[in-house]
């Protein structure tokens, strides 16, 4: 994988336009949020391995979905960005998905296959995705490509996507995964993705929502949330903020008057 001495190189493209290169930046970032992503997979690895066959059949703590549902989509979700990653190699527009039907197709047919086979879908889709990371070089990194729901990011973006895949989902399990598990380096790259939605807002209430971190460090950002609160600021451990923000928590931590939040996804 190129790393950000990697010599830049770039082409002259309208502003905005997918596949675009620009100055090779993001090429750190991408190497600091893969090396998180395979710390989170090994994690994620071991919890599917260790899960007996009939624990897949059994409800996850997603509605309507067992955990095979929920393993079968992170497979589904690896090979997703290994198509984003493509589009940032080669400049040509390739979509995570063809379409949210196919996506959802795809889930429900993988759930119903052996647990072993899931398993090992998992596993093969983790391995083509390190493979597509290796084939990207510095520049390649800033390439603009669009997200499902139509946001657009640069492709250092795509490992950190994958890490909160990841994180979310094995809680999502419910095999003893919990956020207040996630190593310390990895809640800011979490927290980050949470708040997103809340940050691009151009409407809505005001809200200051501080994360305090394990180790003694504050993160602050200021959102725009839909529902008023009669709380200016609400604030509290970095993981019950995590699981609030993602609907994986009830917030009961963390102090002010919780607005309401949109469903996550």
């Known amino acids: 994988m190129g790393t950000s001495g990697t010599p830049a190189h770039t082409s002259v493209q309208r502003p905005g336009f997918p596949g675009q290169r620009r100055a090779d930046s993001g090429a750190g970032r991408a190497v600091a949020g893969h090396q998180a992503v395979r710390e989170a997979w090994v994690v994620l690895h071991r919890v599917v391995a260790e899960l007996p066959d009939q624990a897949f059949r059994e409800p996850s703590g997603l509605p309507g979905w067992s955990r095979a549902h929920v393993v079968s989509h992170l497979a589904r979700n ?3 960005l ?8 080669t400049g040509i527009e390739h979509p995570a998905y063809a379409s949210r039907a196919d996506r959802d197709a795809d889930i429900a047919s993988g759930a119903e296959r052996l647990p072993q086979v899931v398993r090992e879908d998992l596993y093969a889709a983790c391995d083509r995705f ?23 990011l640069v492709a250092a973006e795509v490992p950190e996507l994958a890490l909160f895949e990841a994180w979310n989902h094995l809680v999502d399990l419910d095999a003893g ?8 380096a990895h809640l800011d790259r979490l927290l980050d993705t949470a708040v997103r939605p809340y940050r691009a807002r151009t409407d809505g ?8 971190l394990p180790e003694g460090r504050q993160r602050t950002w200021e959102l725009a949330i839909a529902t008023q609160s009669s709380s200016r600021e609400v604030a509290g451990p970095a993981a019950a903020v995590l699981g609030w923000l993602t609907g994986r928590g009830t917030g009961t931590a963390l102090s002010g008057t919780l607005p309401e939040l949109p469903s996550w996804g």
């Open 177 to 184: 995964v919990v956020f207040e598990q996630v190593p310390a």
């Open 205 to 212: 209430a005001p809200l200051r929502l501080v994360a305090e």
């Open 78 to 80: 690896a090979d997703a």
């Open 130 to 152: 390190h493979t597509a990371v290796g084939r990207l070089s510095g520049a390649d990194w800033d390439a603009t490509v669009a997200h499902p729901s139509g946001r657009q």
């Open 82 to 89: 290994v198509n984003l990653l493509t589009w940032a190699r």
